[in-house]
Each structure stands twice: as C-alpha cells, then as structure tokens.
C-alpha cells in the first residue's frame, strides 16, 4: 500500500527573527506557527508525520507532543539536508511525501488537499506549490522554460537579475514521490550563495534526470507566506485574524469593528453574540449565544454561558452561568465560578471563590477563597479578608444573607442562611442563621464640640 506522509521543517533558529525564542515556536493567534501548520496536516489523511527539529528542539516537542514524530537535525546545513534526516524513518516508504516549512502558518488543509488532488492527477514525480507575489523578495522563484514547463527553483540569492523578476514563488510547499525524493537529495551540493543543501535544488535534478515536475499555482499568496521576521508575523497575524472572524460572523457573530477584534484560533463563540472593540478573547475561551462582550474586555480560558454581558471587564480562567453580568472594570481571577443571574457590578474582583445563583455583588469588593449561596446581597466595598499573613483561609456564606457595606469578613468564617451583617462590621466570629451581627464601635457624639475650639474655622 502507497502510504501517505508529511514532513514538517521546524530545525531553523529563525536568525531574522532577533528573538530568543525558536522562530517556529512564536504564536499567531495564541498558537505557535509549527502548530498552526501541523493542525492543518492533521485534516488531511497522513500515515506518517514527520518534523525535523535542531533549535530549540525541546521546545519544539514539548509544544507538539505525540502529535507527530521526530527527527533530530543536528547542524542547520539546509532544507535539503533536514529533510534527509527523516531517511532512516521515511526512506522505504512507496508513496507521496508532502514536505511543508514550520514557518508558513496560513495553509489551509483544503489547499493542501487540491495539491494533493493535482499531483494524483498528473501523475508527476514531484509537484511544488507556487504562488504569485507582490514583492517575491526573499522567496525563491520557480523558473520555467519556454512553454511554461517547471525547470528549477532558485534562491533569492543565486537569481540573476532576470529571475529574480519572476513573480511566481516556491510556496516551500511540495508533494514527492517519496523514493524519487531521497534519491535526489543524495545527489544535492552546497555549492550556492549560502553555502547550504537546498531542498530546491531537488526540482532541478528530477527534470535534469528526466523526470516529470509540476507546479500547482494557488491563487491566494496571503495564505501562502512565509515568516522569517517580525514584520511578516504581524502581517500574518492580521490575515489570521481576519479568517478568524469571518468564520465567525459566517457562524451568526455580530462584530462592530471586526478590524480591531482580537480572537485566538480556538475560541468557540454562539450565534447572537455580540463584540464590540478592542475585545480579545484567548485561549481556550468558550462565549455561548446571545452575550454581549463590551468593548476592552478580555478574556482568557473561560467558560462565558448563554446570555451573559461583560463590560470592560478581565476574566481569566473562571465560568460564568447564564444571565449572570460583570463590569464595568471588574475582575475574575482564576477559579471564579459564578452562578445563573448573579450581577457583578463595578470594580469587583473575585478569586477562588464560587457565587450562588442571583447573588449581587455590586461595588468595589473583593471575594477570595469564599463560597457564597444564593440570593445574597453583598454591599460597596466589602473585603473577604482571607490572608494572614501566611496562609489563605475559607469563608463559607449562606443563602438569602445581607452583607452590609464596608465590612470586613475575616476567614476562616461561616455567616448561616438568612443571616445580617451590619455595615461597618469587622466580624471575626460565626454568624448563626437568622442573627445580626454587628462589630463596630458605638457612635458616641459629643455635645458643643464646637464650643471647646480655641480657634473657630472662620477666624482664619
Ligand atoms: C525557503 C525556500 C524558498 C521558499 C521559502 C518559502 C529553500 C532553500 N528555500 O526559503 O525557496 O520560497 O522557503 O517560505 O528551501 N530549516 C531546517 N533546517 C535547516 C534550514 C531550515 O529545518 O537547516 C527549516 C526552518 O526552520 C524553516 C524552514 O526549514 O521552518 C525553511 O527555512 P528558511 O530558512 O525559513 O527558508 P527560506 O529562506 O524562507
Ligand atoms: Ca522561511
């Protein structure tokens, strides 16, 4: 049976990048390029994944996991040479071996099929994907002879002025039959203008060997670009973001400035929700149906049920129940589950802690380490002082309690059902059910205090 495989070079320290971080690890849309290419592989049906990894090898397998297999490129000495580090796992396979750049995060899995669909077709020993670009500058360009036969690719740096007009570029993308493939590769010189073992070169000496090599030209270049610095991966970024929210407006999303909307790859997001500006959504956020996101808010690994409204609000790693609200300026650290209908107001910030269905939680508060019941009222400016100093202590809140403005809560405490806290209190002690608790000074006031001052205000 002809098997079907994939190699992804991922070796490269990605030297225009300036960075300390391996080119193919830094992200677009929350995820990192090599993954970015590696999910789309995964759509199509591959027998064999194989990436080659030298910088930041560690990294690199950390980030992908089993998801694919590795091989180990121990000098940067060309394409070329990475791909024929896979030879000891892939070099007696009979079939077709897609190879595809760490760095070129936009293909759709969709393209990559069509590429696949034209080299079964023809029948060639080799097909290169190719695109027309604006500016070709830093691609190599396929070069073609008179009746538009592929010839050869050629590097940027070894082009002649002539080529080097050529605006049909090497995509990086290409399908092999497989034993053609490394058989080529053991014939690859490094005798260009970088001193290196071009993978490109392998086109040239399939058709000097008088083979047959195709070229399928995608009509999209955006999708097709490479990154090589941080230029290209803002601009990349910019096209991500765009199919990003396409798809979801496509899906029923309303976006009132879809330009400036932030959202990673894997956010889900139902229909009727609407997003104003400036909004990001990170991670492995789940928006449901008809919430209203407000503009600056953001959040990150959450769980935002049907209904909800955020307004400029920061909500990391925490749910919220149908109905519920937070904001404006408000924030949910992690671990924050709020309940169906709660309201969260202004200047709120809750951690660790759990909020029964329809609790309000108006102003300025703090919630930590707590579990609050249902239908609580909890005044302005409320602290649940849960730090010692050392350790971090629980307090547990009834249902249907009142919490007084400007109290301190001091865990570890438990406040019973139906219980009341005056404001102003600092309670240190359970509250049992039904009782009041109030742990304040009495207001004394002092009669005629205004007959004791030796100078009266107005005698300035
Ligand atoms: C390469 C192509 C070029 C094409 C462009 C498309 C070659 C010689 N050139 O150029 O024709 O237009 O991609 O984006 O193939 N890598 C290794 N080991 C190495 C060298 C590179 O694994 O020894 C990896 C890099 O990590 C990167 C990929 O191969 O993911 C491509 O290398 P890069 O240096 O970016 O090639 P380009 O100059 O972009
Ligand atoms: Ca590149």
């Keep these: 049976m002809p098997s079907r495989n994939t190699i992804i070079l991922a070796a490269g320290k990605g030297t225009r990048m300036r960075s300390k971080l391996y080119k ?83 293909f759709r899995a969709e393209t990559l099929q069509k590429l696949f669909d034209y080299h079964e077709a023809k029948g060639d020993v080799a097909t290169v994907l190719t695109s027309i670009a604006p500016d070709p500058t830093g691609y190599g360009r396929l070069i073609r002879n008179d009746i538009g036969l592929v010839e050869k690719i050629v590097e940027q740096k070894d082009a002649s002025v002539e080529e080097a007009a050529v605006q049909e570029i090497n995509t990086g993308v290409y399908v092999f039959d497989n034993k053609a493939l490394f058989d080529a590769l053991h014939q690859v010189k490094n005798t260009n203008a970088q001193g290196e073992y071009y993978l490109t070169d392998v086109i040239e000496i399939l058709k000097q060997a008088g083979e047959r090599v195709g070229a399928y030209r995608m009509s999209d270049f955006s999708e097709s670009m490479g990154v090589n610095d941080r230029k290209a991966l803002a601009t990349a970024t910019k096209v991500m973001r765009r199919r990003i929210n396409e798809m979801h407006m496509t899906n029923g999303v309303t976006f009132i400035d879809p330009e400036n909307t932030y959202i990673d790859v894997n956010v889900k997001i139902g229909s009727d929700t609407i997003i104003e500006p400036n909004v990001q959504l990170k991670g492995n956020t789940v928006i449901g149906e008809d919430c209203y996101i407000g503009a600056n808010s953001e959040i990150r690994d959450s769980t935002i049920a049907d209904g909800v409204t955020v307004t400029s609000s920061f909500i990391e790693d925490s749910d919220m129940a149908t109905g519920s609200n937070i904001g404006p300026m408000s924030h949910l650290r992690p671990e924050s589950h709020i309940g169906e209908d709660v309201h969260l107001g202004n200047f709120v910030e809750v951690k660790k802690a759990t909020i029964g269905n329809r609790t309000k939680v108006g102003h300025l508060t703090y919630v930590g380490n707590a579990e609050l019941g249902t239908d609580i009222n909890v005044g302005c400016g409320v602290v649940f002082v849960n730090y010692d100093g050392v350790n971090k202590h629980d307090s547990v809140i009834g249902d249907h309690v009142f919490i007084g403005s400007n109290s301190n809560l001091v865990a570890p405490l438990n406040v019973a059902d139906h219980s009341f806290i005056a404001a102003g209190s600092t309670i240190t002690n359970d509250v049992a059910k039904h009782d009041m608790a109030i742990a304040r000074a009495r207001q004394t006031n002092k009669a005629d205090y205004w007959a004791k001052l030796p100078h009266k205000p107005e005698d300035k």
């Design 24 to 106: 193919v690890l830094h992200r677009i849309a929350g995820e990192t390029m090599v993954e970015h290419v590696l999910t789309q592989i995964e759509q199509t049906d591959m027998d064999h994944i194989v990436t080659v990894v030298g910088f930041g090898a560690d990294d690199v397998r950390k980030q992908l996991g089993d998801r694919t297999q590795y091989v180990m490129q121990e000098k940067q000495l060309g394409t070329g040479h990475a791909v024929l580090q896979t030879e000891p796992l892939l070099g007696e396979e009979d079939g077709m071996t897609l190879i595809m750049s760490g760095d070129t995060p936009l």
